[in-house]
């Protein structure tokens, strides 16, 4: 179930950083910018017309070769997966990460230097409740192919272990745990990113890791060293000269931790789960994950939690005197009976709005809809998810009597249950976005029964009329 958990955070001033991208080989200009409430994590393309955005949503993931790539309406983002684990990491909600690329830096191949400047342009709190996905039951993705199991189950706490066994005799198996996010910073954001020799001449013959140097990546040696293959490194890597050490690695680099490569999987599995879209407190145990494997359980994630999200009622306690009854409600709205189908506020906070409606045989709309088989209309449904959320898009303003709301679109309608005399509905309403320029968008919910019978998401548009 989602709960409230503190408040969410974004960061204070802009900063950029400058690096190469891993795979293209170019120079790139990376801005982290703040961002309102309940934006979330959104990349946006400096470089394309229109500077088209991309949210950080698992639902747009198109690729997982080399890294967790996103791609919405043909515009694409590469190699997500450690700026998003920096934001996880310092317990980022919110913010903008501008590009002029398709591809962040790959810096020295962790989430190090991201982290940085974040602490760096400061993080702030903001006013919006956090919300995060309290896990109740075990909940298991399993790849038969290549043996790899993501779970996660109940914890105080986002917690996450990450087996890893490439069945290499150079690497070997190894585990690394994050007990508690505030740890990443010092244990896991400089672990990082490595490949296997074999790996890395499939990648120079295919023209990619453009950007790599053996100072953004470590290279395990599972194979013999031809001197074909050492002269193919020395000019990939502009390098004069390349040896392995004792431990199995190309030069040039030592390793932070013993087991680093088992600590930079961590960092992938968080930065990959943050697609999700909502915080976790449950523990993630992850054998041997890789971005496949982690976006596959991230999505089955997504879907568990809307779904939780969607036949979450609302508990109302009849018993307590509501927010505001009928006569409040049309001080605010302009609607009037027949036409106002809100009978009473029961909640309504920045971000969401719960109202009820007493179904009677008495509504007008029964006498034709359908004679000896009367049902609501699932188009006054809506009317009446759209008329509660008017009050909370009218709470934005501080004299809602002078301002109407009008509908600008409806989308993604469902009827699930028939809604007849005698039924009550509950209606739920929750800010996709804050409102800008006075337009609002909200997913809507309305059930009867303690199930859903009705969901939507609206947009309409707060316009002055004195």
């Known amino acids: 179930m989602a709960e409230t958990l503190s408040k969410q955070q974004t960061i204070k001033n802009e900063i950029s950083l400058k690096g190469v991208g891993l795979h293209t080989g170019k120079e790139v200009t990376l801005t982290f910018k703040p961002a309102p409430e309940n934006t979330g994590f959104v990349f946006r393309r400096m470089d394309l017309e229109d500077q088209p955005t ?121 585990n690394a745990t994050l007990h508690k996010i505030s740890d990443f910073k010092a244990e896991i954001a400089d672990a990082r990113t490595f490949s296997f020799l074999h790996e890395i001449e499939t990648l120079l013959e295919h023209g990619l890791i453009k950007g790599g140097d053996l100072n953004n990546a470590i290279v395990y040696v599972d194979k013999e060293l031809s001197p074909a293959t050492m002269d193919k490194l020395r000019v990939a890597f502009k390098k004069d000269n390349i040896s392995v050490k004792p431990n199995g690695i190309l030069d040039n680099l030592t390793l932070h931790y013993p087991n680093e490569a088992a600590r930079h999987k961590l960092l992938d599995v968080i930065g990959d789960l943050a697609l999700v879209g909502t915080r976790i407190r449950g523990k993630v145990i992850a054998t041997k994950p890789g971005h496949g494997v982690n976006t596959q359980f991230a999505k089955k994630l997504a879907k568990l939690i809307k779904a939780e999200k969607r036949n979450n009622v609302p508990k109302i306690d009849f018993d307590q005197a509501p927010l505001m009854d009928v006569n409040d409600i049309m001080d605010i709205l302009p609607h009037r009976p027949p036409f106002l189908l809100v009978d009473k506020i029961y909640s309504l906070t920045e971000n969401s709005v719960v109202g009820m409606k007493n179904v009677t045989m008495n509504e007008p709309f029964f006498v034709g809809h359908f004679p000896g088989k009367p049902v609501m209309p699932g188009v006054l449904q809506v009317e009446a998810m759209a008329q509660t959320g008017g009050i909370l898009a009218l709470k934005s303003v501080p004299d809602p009597e002078n301002y109407l709301t009008y509908f600008m679109k409806i989308d993604n309608v469902k009827f699930k249950q028939q809604v007849v005399p005698g039924d009550t509905l509950i209606f739920k309403l929750e800010l996709l976005a804050p409102i800008r320029r006075g337009i609002c968008q909200m997913q809507g919910y309305a059930y009867v029964n303690g199930k859903l019978a009705t969901e939507a998401i609206l947009m309409a548009q707060i316009v002055k009329t004195k």
């Open 54 to 174: 991309i949210e950080a949503d698992v639902n747009y993931v198109v690729n997982t070769q080399r890294g967790t790539n996103l791609e919405k309406d043909g515009v694409s983002i590469q190699t997500s997966e450690h700026v998003l684990a920096a934001c996880v990491g310092l317990e980022i909600d919110n913010v903008f990460i501008e590009l002029n690329a398709s591809e962040p830096p790959i810096m020295d191949g962790s989430s190090k230097f991201f982290v940085e400047a974040l602490e760096k342009a400061g993080i702030v709190v903001q006013e919006a409740d956090r919300e995060e996905y309290v896990v109740n039951e075990v909940i298991c993705y399993r790849d038969e192919i290549s043996g790899s199991e993501i779970i996660v189950m109940p914890s105080d706490s986002y917690q996450v272990t990450t087996m890893v066994d490439f069945g290499t005799k150079v690497l070997g198996t190894q």
